[in-house]
């Protein structure tokens, strides 16, 4: 019997890490006065930086920690085709973040959560009783969790990774790592720990912002990102902008050709899941 083999599906193109806001200096205090940052940045203006860059879409990431943020990323990806998956907000410390996760869960478009770990001045707050009673809820919602942190607190993320090894997390901005004055140690040595759980994923984004921004080049990234493709390989790691916060320093085009550029020297197939695979995978994206 003449059996025919069929090609297996091309990976949705992918930025895995990006936001939206409709701009109130009340509810975005972290937008420094005179930043670029100071406006509306809405789906039609991303939509053509996708497109310039290959891209069929991305996963719209909290700005705020507010329950309505979440709910008006759905509002705004069931208007807007290029968002492919939302990754929100819920307080996983509240006695209703089961109720809250089942509120938003059926969406077919809410994927995950993230907390602005970053800015808790409790380097162990990820290790916090009620914290992790609410990181023990995701998995029976199939939700993700993104982890925002500082090196600081990566001692912090490596417990948590090992706590909850059913649980499928994913490093944003590589932990922020002090790309400016090019400092390696610890972080190099943090991220080679917390790439052993195999539940973490890690995105290539947010660089930028932690290097010189108006000063930076090509050759500052590179022993930073040898570290992470070398720790996590290439099933584990995803292209993120972290758009329009980029801005601060880099255009969108800027920030991808970055990393067009570097993984240049992978093969045809780990691009591809860089580039989308890997997120949509993560994320289930639709």
């Not at 936001?19 to 009340?26: E, I, K, N, P």
């Not at 706590?163 to 590589?174: G, T, Y």
């Not at 570290?227 to 916060?245: I, K, L, N, Q």
Request: aromatic content about 10%.
């Amino acid at each position: 019997m003449f059996c025919l083999s069929l090609p297996l599906p091309v990976p949705m193109k992918l930025d895995s890490h990006q936001h939206f806001w409709s701009y109130d200096a009340r509810q975005y205090p972290w937008i420094a006065p005179g930043s670029p940052l100071q406006r509306d940045w809405l789906p039609p203006d991303l939509a053509p930086l996708l497109s310039a860059a290959g891209l069929e879409g991305c996963i719209a990431v909290q700005a705020r920690q507010t329950i309505d943020e979440s709910h008006w990323l759905l509002e705004l990806a069931e208007h807007h085709s290029i968002i492919k998956g939302v990754v929100g907000w819920v307080d996983l410390r509240s006695p209703d973040v089961e109720r809250d996760l089942a509120a938003l869960a059926p969406h077919p478009k809410f994927c995950g959560v993230r907390h602005v770990v970053q800015d808790e001045p409790d380097v162990n707050f990820m290790l916090g009783e009620e914290f992790q009673r609410g990181i023990g809820k995701l998995r029976a919602f199939k939700l993700t969790y993104d982890i925002l942190v500082y090196p600081r607190q990566l001692p912090a993320a490596i417990t948590l990774a090992k706590r909850f090894p059913e649980q499928p997390f994913v490093l944003d901005h590589i932990a922020k790592p002090p790309i400016m004055d090019g400092t390696l140690s610890p972080w190099r040595e943090q991220i080679r720990e917390l790439a052993k759980a195999p539940n973490v994923l890690c995105k290539v984004s947010g660089m930028v912002t932690e290097a010189d921004l108006a000063a930076w080049k090509p050759a500052d990234f590179k022993p930073f990102l040898d570290v992470v493709f070398e720790a996590f390989g290439e099933d584990r790691v995803m292209y993120g902008s972290d758009w329009p916060v980029c801005l601060r320093a880099a255009s969108y085009a800027q920030v991808h050709t970055l990393v067009d550029d570097y993984t240049r020297q992978m093969g045809a197939t780990a691009r591809e899941q860089f580039f989308g695979g890997n997120a949509t995978k993560f994320y289930h994206a639709k």
